[in-house]
């Protein structure tokens, strides 16, 4: 267990943030399977700002999923500052504000927002100090190693988030130019955590849990964010919290049981967003179930073209020889 500001945390998986997957439904199905912390969706300072609906949506926590954070983005601290304002008025239930400074794609970087604010420490720990000053609630930072492989500035970008009086910093070990290529390079972040005053939670190339225990060894972190890893793989998060709880390696589960954790989000999705909606979600999200299990590959493209209700999914699992009853 360690603290970020007040708010325990019991366990060494932290459930990333990912654009268009880590909705509500998500998080709550994730939970039980020994998530610690759970971070809402990318959610826009002037989304808020603007009383966008959508983004208002991100917002929304549940006691389920608890500790989470919001995690807001923005080039402009005033403006955060003010999304921050609206999101303690809207959901006073939640317990982290988190501070994207790690979102590489063009659209958010070209707003000032993201990593661009890796660029320049100063600025950033400015930035930073007006965003920890407006909240009684513990602010953390996401970031990445730096803007670009000329640039490699995370030690800098450090000390000015824990000037700034963050409360935690999770570092995604790539650049903003590597995007999510290349491997997550957990060698130059060897001891960080034991240099720094603040808890640290790595993140990149989280699959297995040889993964997640070669980074935490690497770099002393006190958890592991995973993403794309636990995606269609729920099991993972389970086997990294067993093993840092009890020691115990948790054999993988089989294909059926896996089958099984793709039904029960389904339905919790289809809860959360309508059948319709839900359905467009899964065709990106339901192949993933299978990636780790051999001759699949028509199933997955099946998968993709042809989900249109849970009814559909059914039918799909039957039509390759797996008995599912609604």
Request: aromatic share 8%; charged share 25%; glycine share 8%.
């Amino acid at each position: 267990m360690f603290k970020i500001g007040n708010v325990n945390i019991d366990g060494k998986v932290v459930l990333a943030p990912m654009a268009g997957v880590t909705s509500l439904a998500y998080r709550n199905y994730m939970k039980p399977f020994g998530v610690a912390l759970t971070v809402t969706e990318m959610v826009s300072d002037c989304g808020l700002i603007y009383d966008n609906q959508r983004t208002k949506d991100y917002i929304v926590t549940s006691d389920i999923e608890r500790p989470v954070a919001i995690q807001l983005f923005g080039g402009n601290a005033d403006q955060i500052v003010e999304a921050i304002r609206i999101v303690e008025k809207e959901n006073p239930n939640f317990d982290i504000i988190d501070i994207n400074l790690g979102c590489p794609v063009n659209k958010v970087v070209n707003s000032r927002a993201g990593s661009y604010l890796l660029k320049n420490p100063q600025e950033l720990e400015s930035f930073m100090k007006k965003v920890v000053s407006a909240t009684t609630k513990p602010v953390t930072a996401k970031i990445r190693l730096g803007y670009s492989e000329d640039s490699i500035n995370f030690k800098e970008n450090i000390k000015a988030l824990e000037n700034a009086g963050v409360a935690a910093i999770g570092i995604h070990a790539r650049t903003r130019d590597q995007m999510y290529a290349g491997k997550a390079r957990y060698d130059l972040l060897k001891d960080l955590g034991d240099e720094m005053k603040v808890p640290l939670i790595v993140s990149g190339d989280i699959f297995t849990l040889d993964d997640a225990i070669n980074a935490l060894n690497i770099t002393k972190a006190d958890a592991v964010m995973v993403a794309r890893g636990g995606v269609g793989n729920p099991w993972l998060i389970k086997q990294i919290d067993t093993f840092y709880k009890t020691g115990e390696r948790l054999n993988d589960i089989s294909l059926e049981e896996n089958i099984r954790n793709l039904l029960d989000f389904t339905k919790m999705l289809i809860e959360e967003k309508g059948e319709r909606r839900a359905m467009m979600i899964l065709r990106g999200i339901a192949p993933k179930f299978f990636n780790n299990y051999p001759g699949t590959k028509k199933l997955k493209n099946t998968l993709c073209q042809n989900l249109f209700s849970y009814d559909s999914l059914i039918r799909i699992l039957n039509e390759f020889g797996y008995a599912i009853e609604q």
